[in-house]
């Protein structure tokens, strides 16, 4: 049974930091690309960063240079740091794999920025 769980979410503060694991078991994570979506509210959910099997990362331009993916295939863990966070970085955002189009989705984490 292939799971992804998702921990690191939270409130805080504008210009602040987060950093979200996605944890994965029965599957093995490193033979994915990976990506981490999110879920604003009243939105569509968005792919903000991905990163492939061989470590090439993709970010949004909504986030480049803020949010950094990373993964530990021996920790079958993928990342996402998240730093000077703004309040419309608020949603749920979770962990996907393949990336695109995702076949296996964690539960997803809530991230609330206040302002």
């Known amino acids: 049974q292939v799971q992804l769980v998702e921990s690191g979410g939270g409130l805080v503060q504008a210009g602040g930091s987060l950093r979200l694991s996605c944890a994965a078991s029965g599957i093995i994570f490193s033979l994915y690309d990976v990506g981490w979506y999110r879920q604003a509210p009243g939105k569509q959910r968005e792919l903000v960063a991905s990163?492939?099997?061989?470590?090439?990362?993709n970010h949004a331009d909504s986030v480049k240079g803020r949010f950094t993916i990373s993964r530990d295939n021996a920790k079958n863990t993928v990342y996402l740091q998240m730093n000077s966070l703004k309040p419309e970085d608020t949603g749920v955002y979770s962990c996907?794999?393949?990336?695109?189009?995702?076949?296996?989705w964690g539960q997803g984490t809530q991230v609330t920025v206040s302002s």
């Open positions: 990163v492939t099997r061989g470590g090439i990362t």
């Open positions: 996907a794999a393949p990336a695109r189009p995702p076949r296996y």
